[in-house]
Antibody
Framework: VQLVESGGGLVQPGGSLRLSCAAS????????MNWVRQAPGKGLEWVSY????????YYTDSVKGRFTISRDNDKNSLYLQMNSLRAEDTAVYFC??????????????WGQGTLVTVSS | SYELTQPPSVSVSPGQTASITCSGD??????ACWYQQKPGQSPVLVIY???KRPSGIPERFSGSTSGNTATLTISGTQSMDEADYFC???????????FGGGTKVTVL
């Protein structure tokens, strides 16, 4: 199992970025996926969830209306479109595979993360 | 919204037992997970469904739950276990994932 994030970088407040997560080594279309972020020196914060077929999507309140999670099962890829970025969105963004056991989240594999810095 | 509370730090001597608690309303009903994160690395799942250990995780890691508390226990702690540990649970109202604030385990 391998998850490789890309697309991070420096962006001005109010700007946009699109993160990608390339999956390999497992049947991507069978698994739910999540984005989790970690601000510098801080703890983990869940950002968004998408079911295997994209039929169910959830977001944390602070990104609702600004971020959009999506996936392309044909390309084995997960995405996070981030608009109207704020300084508080500065973090390392991880994609994580979700085993989804008994309706609960189990993040069994994580990518290495991609750093997003929002600053002028 | 749902909250999980962990102690900021735990210290343990090599070979001794470290216990890390995670508290949240009716947490015992929510199948808590535990993740280990070493500096500069991605988190690693060490316990899921409160008590289950993924393949490849050493037997010295164990989990338990009771009422409002989940506990991660590291028996015979080794220097390599020095890391941050985060508990996590799914809350359905509204649907979202919650992480505890993390506990830094120091092996003295």
């Amino acid at each position: 199992v391998q998850l490789v994030e890309s697309g991070g970088g420096l962006v001005q407040p109010g700007g946009s970025l699109r993160l990608s997560c390339a999956a390999s080594g497992f049947t991507f279309s069978s698994y739910s996926m999540n984005w989790v972020r970690q601000a510098p020196g801080k703890g983990l914060e869940w950002v968004s969830y998408i079911s295997s077929s994209s039929g169910i999507i959830y977001y944390t309140d602070s990104v609702k209306g600004r971020f959009t999670i999506s996936r392309d099962n044909d390309k084995n890829s997960l995405y996070l479109q981030m608009n109207s970025l704020r300084a508080e969105d500065t973090a390392v963004y991880f994609c994580a595979r979700d085993l989804r056991v008994r309706g609960t989240t189990v993040l069994d594999y994580w990518g290495q993360g991609t750093l997003v810095t929002v600053s002028s | 919204s749902y909250e999980l509370t962990q102690p900021p730090s735990v210290s343990v001597s090599p070979g001794q037992t470290a216990s890390i608690t995670c508290s949240g309303d009716k947490l015992g009903d929510k199948y808590a997970c535990w993740y280990q994160q070493k500096p500069g690395q991605s988190p690693v799942l060490v316990i899921y469904q409160g008590t289950k250990r993924p393949s490849g995780i050493p037997e010295r890691f164990s989990g338990s739950t009771s009422g409002n508390t989940a506990t991660l226990t590291i028996s015979g702690t080794q220097s390599m276990d020095e890391a941050d540990y985060f508990c996590e649970a799914w809350d359905s109202n509204p649907p979202h994932v919650v992480f505890g604030g993390g506990t830094k385990v120091t092996v003295l």
